[in-house]
């Protein structure tokens, strides 16, 4: 069962590898991909929005999921699983950026940032839709860069999605109760 995962997992890789490389591309996606290392771009915007009072829920809802969703993910589950990445198991000659020392299932850029995508949506459709898009691009630019795969994408978008509507609901009327938005 694992082979034949592994084997669907390298052919959408080297799927994207022949068929969407290009020199721009090759640019724009380890740039994406950097918003969501070590979840800066979403630690910093849940600090940004903790600042207006109107958003001051929707801040302290995105560090708790990351919060949790860190803890989970790097915590726990790479730590469990161990799986090798893809750029370590079979190389290619052209890596865009240099190769993590961390274990590849679940994408922790992918986690943190469908964990804020989702905590977000539950405040605002609007801009949850905006930060799920910035959240799929960042996760897509893992690939991109041959560092994950989609397996391990999948992973960590099931992770911060369940992180995200299991701590969010509760904590949403709790802080809303509170703030008096």
Known sequence: ???AITAFDFSVLFWIQEHLRCAALDIIFPLIGRLGSAGVFWITLGIVLLFPRKTRAWGICV???????????????????ERVRPCVQQPISEMLIAVPVT????SGHTASSFT??????????????????????????????????????????????????????????KLTAKIKV
Not at 63 to 81: P, Q, S
């Open 63 to 81: 560090l708790m999921c990351l919060l949790i969703d860190c803890a989970i993910g790097e915590g726990i589950l790479k730590h469990l699983i």
């Open 103 to 106: 274990s590849s299932f679940p």
């Open 1 to 3: 069962m694992t082979a």
């Open 116 to 173: 804020a995508a989702t905590a977000i949506f539950h405040f605002s459709r609007r801009a949850g839709i905006a930060a799920y898009i910035i959240a799929a691009l960042i996760a897509f630019s893992r690939l991109y860069c041959y560092v994950h795969f989609p397996t391990d994408i999948l992973g960590g978008m099931a992770l911060g999605i369940c992180v995200a509507c299991v701590i969010t609901p509760p904590l949403k009327a």
